[in-house]
């Protein structure tokens, strides 16, 4: 039986892609370094070093891990200082609708982010009290592709990974899900996330109703 839902942050209850485009573009330029949306999207799901890394391999760039880590850190003072404008207005269409509606209904809900910004992200949306564990970037030491932000998520609700789903927007954030033995929802693409269990164009399709439809003996 289903009893808790994990919930990746951005992609799936606000859309960051955009804000974190802005910044690496912003960075690559000032570092005369190629970035474009293409390599922006294959760093959904991974963490801000694991994404540095992969733009500078992108341009064939090796540089001083101290270095390295400045880099990234200038990077996150303007994604930050563009959080500040986010609202209540930003969640994903539905993704309201379905913490509501999963909280009145008595699951546990937890969060299983990448992201070392997913506090300030959740207050801006006010959204904290959605959830009963919060788990982010700080949270664990493999970032997805390992399962280990969702089995810590797990561990937290009390329920082992059979009785938790996972709603992810990124590749590899499903591959975290399926190999910790969770049951996973896709939101974007089939050539994304086609290999999740269930998959949605967007959150707005991804009712509780919807949900339960597809994994009838489970609910
Ligand atoms: C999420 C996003 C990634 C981002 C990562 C780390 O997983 O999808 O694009 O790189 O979080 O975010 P942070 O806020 O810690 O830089
Ligand atoms: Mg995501």
Redesign the pocket.
């Known amino acids: 039986m289903i009893k808790g839902f994990i919930f990746?942050?951005?992609?799936v209850i606000t859309d960051?892609?955009e804000l974190?485009y802005e910044a690496w573009k912003n960075l690559s330029d000032a570092m005369g370094w190629h970035f474009d949306r293409g390599l922006?999207e294959s760093?959904?799901?991974?963490?801000?070093m694991?994404?540095i890394k992969a733009i500078m391999d992108h341009n064939k760039i090796e540089l001083e891990p101290g270095m390295v880590e400045e880099l990234?850190e200038r990077?996150?003072k303007i994604?930050v200082d563009s959080l500040g404008g986010m609202t209540e207005q930003d969640y994903l269409p539905g993704a309201r609708e379905l913490l509501t509606h999963l909280r009145n209904e008595g699951f546990g809900v937890a969060l299983g982010?990448?992201?070392?910004?997913?506090v300030m992200?959740l207050q801006q949306l006010n959204a904290i009290r959605y959830f009963d564990f919060i788990g982010?970037?700080n949270t664990v030491a493999k970032?997805?592709p390992a399962p280990d932000i969702f089995l810590y998520a797990a561990q937290q609700l009390k329920l082992p990974p059979a009785q938790c789903l996972v709603v992810e927007?990124?590749e590899k954030?499903v591959d975290a899900a399926k190999t910790g033995g969770f049951y996973s929802v896709g939101i974007g693409p089939k050539e994304r996330v086609g290999h999740a269990d269930l998959r949605f164009d967007s959150m707005g399709e991804a009712t509780l109703f919807e949900i339960k439809s597809h994994f009838k003996d489970l609910f």
């Not at 990746?8 to 992609?11: I, K, S, V, Y």
């Open positions: 990746d942050l951005d992609g960051t892609a974190h922006n760093l959904r799901g991974i963490s801000r694991d994404s990234a990077k996150n994604y982010s990448s992201s070392k910004n997913a992200v982010d970037g970032s997805k927007d990124a954030g």
